[in-house]
């Protein structure tokens, strides 16, 4: 099976950055995503890293390293509508078949 | 067009009624997901169909009963829930599960309630 681990709130003030860390454990990974997810709302993509490195997109940037079993995903001049879950999400194997799984999620609180 | 739409928004039944969640993309996108998620609780994978196959089955109480008419429809047949069931089912849909982006994007829900 697969487990994956966030911290579960996280807060942070107006234009400052925060870094959001994912940690992992599966067999057969093939990928690790970023969504975002206001409250009452559905899930939005923020980033995939399938090879080690850094990918940059704007305001956020997501590292992954495959043999530490670690992603983080990193918010500059935070905004008030930042303040939302941060959701890391594998993708892997398991004896069932491929599988996508999400991790706890991270609840920002952006603060002015 | 990058939506996803889900009907209904909100649906009540009782735990001896039988009701469908629907779901639509036209984005051409070959593969679509069913989620459910609790509150306070990340998103858990249901259902995966690739190329109308259901691909991915995270063996779910038979009470819940996926269909896939064409590639563009998603349907989840329910019957016999039990209050437990209750959650917000959401509904993607992606490129395609191979090797790549694949970012699914989310439609907005339905919010199931089982009285």
């Known amino acids: 099976g697969q487990n994956i681990d966030q911290p579960t709130e996280m807060t942070a003030t107006e234009g400052a950055i925060v870094q959001i860390n994912c940690t992992y454990q599966t067999s057969g990974f093939n990928g690790l995503f970023w969504y975002q997810q206001h409250a009452g709302e559905a899930p939005t993509f923020l980033s995939y890293n399938v090879l080690d490195g850094l990918e940059e997109k704007g305001r956020f940037s997501s590292f992954l390293s495959r043999s530490k079993g670690y992603s983080y995903l990193l918010l500059k001049e935070l905004q008030m509508k930042d303040s939302a879950s941060y959701l890391c999400a594998v993708r892997g194997w398991d004896n069932y078949g491929q599988n996508f799984v999400f991790g706890p999620g991270t609840r920002l609180s952006v603060l002015p | 067009d990058t939506e996803v739409t889900q009907t209904p928004k909100h649906l009540v039944m009782g735990m001896t009624n039988k009701k469908s969640l629907k779901c639509e993309q036209h984005m051409g996108h070959r593969a679509m997901y069913w989620y459910k998620q609790k509150a306070k609780k990340p998103p858990e994978l249901m259902f995966v169909?690739?190329?109308?196959?259901?691909?991915i089955n995270e063996s779910v109480p038979s009470r819940f009963s996926p269909e896939c008419p064409n590639s563009s429809l998603l349907n989840l047949h329910l019957h016999a829930l039990q209050p437990e069931d209750s959650a917000l089912y959401l509904c993607a849909s992606s490129q395609d599960i191979g090797p790549g982006g694949e970012e699914q994007y989310f439609g907005p829900g339905t919010r199931l309630t089982v009285t």
């Open positions: 169909y690739s190329y109308e196959k259901l691909s």
